[in-house]
């Protein structure tokens, strides 16, 4: 018997000892990646305004709401799931009740944030809409003006919201009641939550929980704002058309005295 015989015996003898189990390690690995939902992507895609902006909403949020925190990945869960962390100007579609799902929401802002003075469409980044801007809207830059196409403005807006009432939000069942008061729907509420543990690296055993409670109940209308559509749609999602993109001056602007 040759050497090089040998040798290709031994490689495969390796082979078989080796291969079979690594593979069944990398198969084990990959069957536990988490969810994410309709919108395709890694931890790796937040742009940096995403990332710097729900990370100073969430530094910011205990000083404007008492006895509440956001974790930033929360924020940018919803950043992902509502616009795919969209930085350009983005309206949802017209709450008319034509897609299956969502809720019909007539104007309550004559049109001055979405160019529709029929219907309302939510807003930006985080998908926020009119009637809860004009209530809840932050000036997260101190430009003197609280933009909802803002992505700074958009997440301490939305941490804002979520801290209605006041709750300490890196608790997985705190969380889960925000995000239906958020958006009550169950698939949303997953599809943050599968996100936030993409991002924030939460304990597998604890999101795959947490999810699972956070789906307890059933989407409807209670929040107009449900939608089981996606940004990511390009059937339902426009930019905003230049009747939006008025003077600066002209916009709703708010301080954290709306929150008492």
Request: one cysteine or more; glycine letters at 8%.
């Amino acid at each position: 018997m040759s050497i090089k015989t040998v040798a290709i015996g031994l490689c495969l003898a390796l082979l078989c000892l080796f291969g079979a189990p690594l593979l069944v390690i990398f198969l084990l690995v990959a069957g536990t990646a988490p969810p994410v939902a309709a919108n395709v992507a890694s931890a790796g895609d937040i742009p940096p305004v995403a990332m710097a902006a729900s990370t100073d909403a969430s530094n910011r949020i205990g000083s404007l709401v008492t006895g509440c925190a956001v974790p930033a990945p929360v924020l940018l869960a919803i950043g992902k799931v509502e616009s795919n962390h969209a930085t350009a100007p983005v309206i949802g579609p017209a709450l008319d009740g034509s897609i299956p799902g969502t809720a019909v929401v007539p104007d309550t802002d004559g049109g001055s944030l979405d160019g529709d003075p029929v219907w309302d469409h939510a807003l930006g980044p985080m998908q926020i809409l009119p009637s809860m801007w004009r209530r809840w809207g932050q000036d997260a830059n101190g430009d003197g003006v609280a933009d909802p196409q803002d992505p700074a403005d958009a997440a301490l807006t939305a941490g804002v919201i979520l801290c209605q009432p006041p709750a300490d939000l890196s608790d997985p069942a705190a969380l889960a009641a925000a995000l239906h008061r958020y958006n009550d729907s169950d698939a949303y509420v997953a599809d943050v939550m599968a996100w936030a543990t993409t991002y924030a690296g939460y304990p597998r055993a604890t999101a795959a929980r947490s999810i699972a409670d956070a789906t307890h109940g059933t989407s409807s209308s209670r929040n107009p704002g449900s939608m089981p559509w996606r940004i990511g749609d390009s059937r339902y999602v426009t930019s905003a058309p230049a009747a939006v993109r008025r003077s600066r001056a002209s916009r709703p602007n708010s301080t954290a005295m709306m929150l008492s």
